[in-house]
């Protein structure tokens, strides 16, 4: 059982030792500054001690006030968060989605309005995270890009990846045979650095000795092969939508495996809230992936 002072003495105590007043607390909470020094004087006295040194033109807090007070500014922070997020939620489901950026700005978010537009009632929110991020307990599933194997969770097959060249089509006009790629500016993504490498070998080349241009991820890679800076190894998820529009064309049609995939990873205990299999019915459709057997059966599930 909880034995706690008055919340609003405490409520006026965290105030006045926020604004340095009982004037600009009183403002804060809608009340005479009378009654803030009075409510402060009670609980002072419920605690034995001081909490501020009352000068003359001042107010300072003693070192026990000092000390009370970040504690109580976070407390009255957290209530009013959790107020606020209940206020905000919605009837219908809600889905929280974790989702790597490149994939997020190069697949989902341009068909999400289809998705809205076919379920209003389900509340989509994106969290963002790379396919080396551990899954938060907070997201209903994720889309992941790995090789499968995530202990604990079910795990679907929704595409397989494989990557071909790809450049503004200003630049395609120079290259005419795969070897035109070794006197090419080469843009890479920093933590793949053996796609090219892979490439390369599956077109019977070395690599080139110079590195080339590295970036952080897909969607800066292949920003930069849209603006003609160099060639790129797009997967041919991510690069789809340019090449329809024309931003990207593929000077060669040598494409090779990347030995990985995008996987819906999922909890097995959050498998029948609506959210979830009304979003993984609608992305098996939007993949052409409608096939359950392809699910893995869940081994032992980790503490969450």
């Given amino acids: 059982m909880r034995r706690l002072p008055s919340l609003n003495a405490l409520r006026a105590f965290e105030a006045a030792a926020r604004h340095g007043s009982f004037t600009g607390a009183a403002g804060e909470l809608n009340v005479s500054q009378a009654a803030v020094s009075r409510m402060v004087r009670l609980l002072e006295e419920r605690m034995g001690f001081p909490l501020f040194e009352r000068r003359a ?14 504690g109580l500014t976070g407390a009255f922070d957290a209530i009013a968060d959790s107020v606020e997020r209940v206020a905000a939620m919605r009837d219908g489901p809600v889905l929280t989605l974790g989702v790597g950026a490149t994939f997020a700005v190069r697949w989902l978010i341009p068909r999400l309005s ?17 396919a080396g991020a551990p899954i938060r307990e907070d997201w209903t599933c994720a889309l992941l890009l790995g090789d499968g194997h995530w202990p604990g969770y079910e795990v679907e097959e929704l595409f397989t990846a494989d990557m071909l060249p790809v450049c503004a089509p200003a630049l395609a006009r120079s290259l005419r045979r795969p070897e035109d790629l070794l006197s090419a500016t080469l843009l890479s993504v920093s933590h793949w650095a053996d796609d090219w490498p892979h490439w390369f070998a599956t077109a019977g080349l070395a690599p080139p000795a110079a590195k080339g241009l590295s970036f952080g991820s897909y969607a800066m890679t292949l920003q930069a092969a849209a603006d003609g800076v160099g060639v790129a190894l797009g997967a041919r998820l991510y690069i789809a939508d340019d090449l329809a529009a024309g931003r990207l064309v593929t000077p060669f049609a040598l494409a090779v495996p990347m030995g990985r995939a995008w996987y819906l990873v999922s909890r097995p205990a959050r498998h029948r809230e609506a ?17 359950p057997e392809k699910k893995r059966p869940p081994e032992r599930a980790p503490a969450v």
Wanted: charged share 25%.
């Fill in 275 to 291: 959210g979830f299999t009304t979003f993984r019915d609608w992305l098996r459709a939007a993949v052409g992936s409608p096939n």
């Fill in 114 to 130: 289809a998705f809205h537009e076919s379920h209003p009632d389900v509340e989509v929110r994106i969290a963002t995270g790379g």
């Fill in 57 to 70: 033109n001042a107010l300072e807090l003693t070192d026990r006030g000092r000390a009370l007070q970040p």
